[in-house]
């Protein structure tokens, strides 16, 4: 697989990477943790070298299943996590980015990644009661002390993310992006080519949706999170598939699948940009790294643009409550 830069960071990763975030939670129990270790290890043997965590993710259980799972390929691939989200006395997540929780974070990633330093380290979402500055200025005493080698933001403002980068450099901004989901296409990807700063696009086939195996009928595992989705209801999927459709006509024509060209859509977008799909099943993982030799012609990217912009996606991509923590 080719290799992407992340910025100007100097960052090589594959140009696809595996978010391994669905192999804990979020979408029903919990994956064969033998199971999910064969999975991620083919994915090394596919050259996949950028592989996605979080502490948050299970909690704590996926970041201990990554690093078990990479500890043999240590220095050969490129591990990201992420910290700023705590979960409280009754399991609720409460957002917490005081230099003392990061400091502490970074301690229990590291143990529970099995690694001396950890490549990227993202703050998972703002913290509006500590100054971004603070955060920054934290991560780069990390950096200096060797726990840390390059810093990120995740669903962050522009504003935040220019006065994080004027503290320390940020490598890259992780954020929701794909053909059902281009905010970002509006003033984060300028800002991001501006300041030389990579993007690493999560849900880029829409949690699932954008591969052609979901439609009003499907119906999910009760602690999926898709169910509290407003983009998810029975009549928001109806509505979406049209996206859908237009991605299988193209695929046709490319002898490809509705995925590998959301992927390849998304590659098309900038040299700087690596997705990071993830999946529990061997063949969705072989489909998904596939995407990266499907070449989509500037007509073909035209006409994608254009089928899009006459379609209108239904429903918001989260609860409320959930949109307020991101883009501040």
Not at 198 to 214: D, E, N
């Amino acid at each position: 697989m080719q290799k992407r830069r992340l910025g100007k960071s100097g960052l090589e990763v594959s140009a696809l990477g595996l978010g391994c975030m669905g192999m804990s939670t979020a979408y029903g129990p919990a994956a064969n943790k033998n199971e999910m270790i064969a999975l991620i290890r083919k994915a090394v043997e596919r050259d996949v070298t950028f592989f996605d965590t979080a502490q948050v993710y299970g909690p704590f259980t996926n970041e201990e299943l990554v690093g078990e799972a990479l500890a043999p390929f240590r220095g050969q691939v490129v591990i990201a996590t992420k910290f700023g989200i705590r979960l409280d006395p009754a399991g609720q997540q409460v957002v917490d980015s005081r230099p003392e929780r990061i400091k502490e974070s970074v301690e229990g990633s590291l143990r529970r990644l099995r690694a001396d330093a950890i490549d990227l380290f993202y703050q998972h979402r703002v913290d509006p009661k500590v100054p971004i500055e603070v955060v920054a200025g934290t991560v780069k005493q990390l950096i200096h002390e060797g726990k840390v080698k390059h810093f990120g933001l995740s669903e962050a403002g522009v504003q935040t993310i220019r006065r994080a980068h004027a503290v320390q450099a940020v490598t890259t901004v992780q954020s929701e992006y794909s053909l059902w989901w281009r905010r970002p296409e509006e003033q984060l990807l300028p800002a991001l080519e501006e300041l030389g700063i990579g993007l690493v696009p999560f849900s880029p086939l829409g949690k699932g949706f954008l591969t052609g195996k979901i439609d009003e009928n499907t119906r999910f595992d009760s602690s999926d999170f898709r169910n509290i989705v407003p983009r998810f209801t029975p009549e928001a999927r109806k509505a979406n598939l049209a996206l859908v459709d237009l991605l299988r006509k193209i695929a046709e024509l490319k002898e490809a699948t509705p995925a590998q060209i959301a992927l390849a859509w998304l590659l098309a977008q900038g040299p700087g940009i690596v997705p990071i799909p993830g999946t529990r099943r061997l063949e969705r993982l072989e489909e998904n790294i596939s995407a990266a030799t499907v070449e989509l012609t500037s007509g073909d990217l035209r006409e994608i643009d254009s089928g899009a912009s006459q379609i209108t996606i239904r429903g918001a991509r989260y609860p409320e409550d959930l949109e307020k923590r991101t883009g501040l």
